[in-house]
Each structure stands twice: as structure tokens, then as C-alpha cells.
């Protein structure tokens, strides 16, 4: 008997699937096609969030089979919410098409490879640290230059090198190390996230001297592990809830705190997701939504911290700011970073026309569905360039990387940033300032 067989006209609930009720809230208004990135590249109804829903539907409804070809379909998703921003209904169809591909892998697991990548490879920090240590070298001898030199003919490997990153030193043995300041006016639990302790250490520098300037106290704990984004984009929601526990325990060893805090906006989406990951264990969905009340993106807390007295300078700095999808639409967190900008004194900051549309990064998207990345990154870029900004400033890690990827691909001298360290550098360039002043 196969159970994923298709039986017309009667419900086949999906393991790991959505709510049916959620699948018949679409009324097909068609709100989110204007928003979806997908949508606008290829005028397909099927590569709409409401085709989408529509096709999860006809599999609850026996009307289809849940096979390759509808999992390609929910795989073209960038998952980047938008859709949700605009939808009067309210549907979570986010939400509803990653449980659709949480679906497919119980039919059909995941490539072992991607297993290995996921589950393995950012099951530990230091598996991570230990991954980024090749590359590491590899720019420090130059090897990645030369090797991008001699294979610009081959546009595979080509792309592949172009997007490796520039490790800085990871800095999670550091953070544990670290001694909080004198008399803080707020403890605050950091979770570092796989990229950001790997790849972006010098950002999370940034943001834990932030943090101690506004009198935070940064506890860090030892044993956190990835927040579960990668494998729940993926369909190892499993895997997702394994990774969550994990953190909720790690970070109940550290009670009492004002707050948790991470400064890459994937991370922060997903912590605040756990209630819903975990809703169904009646051990730890109380603690989850505990854990999640509390749970802050670095541009909220620093906002709502941020004494007025304290005045970042940055003379003649054109900047603008690119949205990460899972800061502005999967958390709605869109006033605290410009609120920030804003406190930068000799700045100017330059709109960025249609800020909020992805970028093409998606977790792993740019490696899975390279032509459409590059189509979505190429509008990005030609964005960016119209503002004439120097630099443009981000709050996510695979944001960084996909621009600082369209800064190649486009010869562009832009510098691309993470909010936090524009901070740190203004406020460094203030103290200098007041320094040479008295």
C-alpha cells in the first residue's frame, strides 16, 4: 500500500504537511503576485505563493501525487515572505510551503551530501570553523584569486569561487572568554550563528562591542549549535527540532536574561519560529515560546537601547540599506535599522528603490537555482548602482555574501557592509573625535 498515492476526492493529510485549513484561507486575490520574486521573473501562474498553495492543496485533495515535480515547484520558492507581508488573509504561505517540502523529504530523503552538509557539517560550531579553515588559507596564499583567473572560461566553478567568502578568524572561543563590563545595565544571551562565527566573526566583534557600549552584559553559551533555519529550508524538520532543543537547553543554563539577541536576521527569524517548530512536544513548546518572547534581532534591541546622547559620526558616507527578507517580512522588523542609519551624523542615506525584494542569496538558493539568483541579484545590483551609494548595509550574513558576490560579477566599487559594523566604526570615529576635541 502506498500511502503517498493520490485518492481523488478525499483528504490525504500529509505527515509533516500543512494544515488544510490554512490551505483553503488563499482566496486567490492575487496580492502577492505583484511581491513575489519568482512570480515577476517568469509570469507563471504555478510560480506564484498562490500556485503554490494551490498545488499543496490538490495533494491534500488526492488530486495529485506529492512528486518530483511539485516538490521542484515548492523548491523554486526563495522563501522570502514577501507574499505574506501583503496577504489581507493572513496566510502563513511561508510556512505552509516548507512544511509542503518537509512533506516530500519524509517520501524521499534528502541527497546524502545535503544530509551530511546539515546535519554534520553545522551540527557543531566547531564542525563549521573547521570547514572555513581551508578557505581561510586558500585566500591567504592566494589560491582563490589565482584559481577564479583560471577557470573564468569554465562558468560553473567559476560561479562557485566568486561566491567563496573571506573567512575572517572565528571568534566563538573568544566570546567565551570574554569578561562582561562593569555594572551592565542588561545581560543578554548572544546566539552566534554557523556563518557569522565561520565566515563573519569581525561583524559579530562589532556587535558584541555594541552590545557592551549600551551596557549589555554578553553571555554566550558553549554548547549552542544552528538555529535549524538551514535544515527546515530544506525539509529536515527534524533535524530543525533536534537543533532547537539543543538551543533552548544551552540557553536556559544562562538564566536569568533581559534578552536574546543575534545579529544575523535569518537566525532571529527562525529563533522566533520555535513555538511553532516545537507546538506539538509537551516537553519543551512552553519553553520555546518562552525562549521566543525574548528572542531580538540585534537592529531591535540596539534601537530600543540606544541612549539619545550617544551620536555615531560618519562625515560624507553615502549609504543605503538593502532589506533582509527575514528581517522585514518574516519578522516585520523594518523601522529599528533605519532608525539607526538615521543617528548617523554626516551621513547620507540613499533609499534603496524596492529595498525589500530578495536579493537571490535564499539560504542556499544561489547554489540550487543559479540562473534565477543571478536574475534576481543582477535587478539588486542595478538598484544599488542607481542610488550612487558608497557603501550599502545589510543585517544578514547571506545577504553579505550574495552582494559582495554582485560586486564581483559587476566590476561595482561599492563596499557592502553589516549594519553593525557601520555602527561600531561611526562610533569609534565619535570617540576620536571627542578625543581630539578636548
Known sequence: ??????????????????????????????????????????????????????????????????????????????????????????????????????????????????????????????????VAAPLRWAWRIGGIPLARRLLRFLPPLRDLLDLAPRPARPVRRELLRRKPPPAPRYRVGFFLGCVMNAVYGDVVRASVRLLERLGCAVVVPPDQVCCGAPQDDQGLRETARR??????????????????VADCAACSGFLKEYPHLLADDPVWAEGARAFAARVRDLTEWLEAIWPEDLRPVAPGLRITYHEPCHLSHAQGVRRPPRALLQRLEGAEVRELPDTARCCGSAGIYNLTHPAMSKRLLARKMADIAATGAAVVATANPGCMLQLEWGARRTGMRIQVRHLAEVLDEALGSASEGRAASG
Not at 512528486?67 to 507574499?83: F, G, N, P, Q
Not at 505552509?96 to 557543531?124: C, D, K, N, T, Y
Not at 539543543?246 to 540557553?251: I, M, S
Open 243 to 260: 537543533f532547537a532543543r539543543r538551543n533552548l537547553a544551552a540557553f536556559a543554563a544562562l538564566e536569568p536574561l533581559d534578552a536574546i
Open 1 to 130: 500500500m502506498n500511502l503517498f498515492a493520490p485518492a481523488p476526492g478525499q483528504r490525504v493529510p500529509l505527515p509533516e504537511g500543512p494544515d488544510y485549513e490554512v490551505l483553503l484561507g488563499c482566496i486567490r486575490c492575487g496580492r502577492c503576485l505583484p511581491v513575489c520574486p519568482t512570480y515577476q521573473e517568469t509570469w507563471l501562474e504555478v510560480q506564484s505563493p498562490r500556485g503554490r498553495l494551490a498545488l499543496l492543496r490538490a495533494v491534500e485533495e488526492g488530486h495529485l501525487p506529492l512528486d518530483d515535480t511539485v516538490e521542484a515547484h515548492l523548491y523554486h520558492c526563495l522563501d522570502c515572505r514577501a507574499c505574506e507581508t501583503v496577504c489581507p488573509a493572513g496566510v502563513p504561505i511561508g510556512e505552509a510551503i516548507l512544511a509542503g517540502r518537509a512533506s516530500a523529504a519524509v517520501q524521499r530523503p534528502r541527497p546524502a551530501w545535503l544530509r551530511f552538509a546539515l546535519e554534520v557539517l553545522l551540527g557543531s560550531p566547531r564542525a563549521a570553523e573547521r
